[in-house]
């Protein structure tokens, strides 16, 4: 074997590390100057009852994540957290429309004026803070 021969499988290895690295570090550039989603699940699932009053008792459970653009927004709900599960627990009690509970839409509607509260809350309370998005994780309704 001769030495062109010997220092081709060296330098193909060189140059296959050498991209690599390269592309790594884009990458970590990439995502550096964007906010990292931070996920902080509302402990323990609700439970209420839901429904016109007098009518048959239905129930509703529901387990509850917000979402937020970055870590800076959690020690405000955490703050604030027995604040923003009341408005929760009087936002689902207030559902009359069992029927809709069960539609995607009346789940998206219910998310949506969820968000809202939230961040009515922390508008309030002067935070500087609010959530993106809110999630069920876990979402039954009882008849």
Known sequence: MTIQ???L???LALILT???TTTFAEDEE???GKPVADYIAMEPAFVTQVGVPGSK???LKAAVTLRADGADTRPAVEAHMPRLRHELVMLFGEQTEVD???SVE???ALLEEARNRINGVLKEQQTGQSVTGVLFTEFVVQR
């Open 30 to 32: 990439e995502t550096e």
């Open 57 to 59: 008792v239905t129930y």
């Open 5 to 7: 021969g010997k220092l």
């Open 18 to 20: 050498l991209c690599s």
């Open 106 to 108: 009346g789940q998206q």
């Open 9 to 11: 499988p060296t330098f």
């Open 100 to 102: 809709q509970l069960s």
